[in-house]
């Protein structure tokens, strides 16, 4: 599933969010948006799910102009903050999420087991969610965003809060759905994490400043580090 941003801008007043956005993720492929906090990263990732309509611009999959009904089942969505009730089990958050996503009976149950062994929740299934940890509810997370077995990944800062062993786990994950044929599209403000991404937009001000293969970013820097692309932005921002 192709996803194309065409000169997508959004405004929340007065305030300029997005300007002019141009993007294209494909199948099979891990497409990182990278920026600062308030950069534009959630609202381009609530655009691309169907939950905000742009200002102006387009976004499609596979040529289909979103949103629609259909175009929004393609979606799986994971938020940033867990989108999971803590009074039930993890097991019955999947098969609420699932009633929910159309999924019904022996399928829905097998479905939901499934995915709790994807992200190391198999033995968890019957705990209340509330004695999870951050990471296992950033887990579940993933397993609900999953369910519906969609074609698309949206996943924003889905490794907040976690520690740096349990984040390798959950992009290990990530790269396994991207061989399998998902387009997964990933907001993040930690720099290394781009370093798992074949490509990487750089968001500053609302705006992308780059947006190419991961190596070719690093190759247009005299340090081989992606931060020195946002200082230039920074200090070009700052002579305007």
């Known amino acids: 599933m192709v996803i194309e941003i065409k000169d ?5 007043g007065s305030t300029k969010v997005l300007q002019n956005v141009n993007l294209t993720a494909l199948s099979g492929e891990i497409l990182c948006l990278l920026g600062p906090s308030g950069a534009g ?3 381009l990732i609530r655009l691309i799910t169907g939950a905000l309509d742009a200002d102006s611009g387009t976004i499609c999959f596979d040529g289909e102009r979103i949103p629609t009904m259909a175009s929004i089942k393609k979606v799986g969505y994971m938020p940033q903050n867990d989108a999971v009730y803590n009074d039930i089990t993890g097991y019955d958050n ?10 019904s009976g022996q399928p829905l149950k ?3 087991l499934d995915m709790l062994a994807l992200v190391n929740l198999l033995e968890d299934k019957n705990k209340l ?6 990471g296992m509810k950033k887990r579940l997370s993933l397993a609900v965003a999953l369910l519906h077995d969609p074609e698309i990944l949206v996943l924003d800062e889905p490794t907040v809060g976690i520690d ?4 390798k786990t959950v992009w290990d994950k990530f790269e396994l759905l991207a061989q399998s044929g998902k ?3 990933i907001s ?3 720099m290394d994490e781009a370093e798992k991404c074949k490509k990487a937009a750089l968001i500053y001000a609302g705006s992308i400043i780059e947006n190419d293969e991961v190596v070719s970013l690093k190759a247009k820097t005299r340090s081989g580090s992606l931060e020195e692309l946002f200082f230039s932005a920074g200090k070009a921002g700052e002579a305007q």
Do not use: E
């Open 183 to 185: 387009t997964i599209v």
């Open 41 to 43: 990263k959630t609202t």
């Open 8 to 12: 997508i801008s959004k405004s929340f």
């Open 188 to 190: 993040t403000h930690v």
């Open 94 to 103: 999947l098969m609420f999420f699932g009633r929910l996503q159309g999924l």
């Open 129 to 134: 969610v509330m004695n999870y940890s951050g």
């Open 110 to 112: 097998d479905r939901a």
């Open 164 to 167: 740096p062993l349990l984040r």
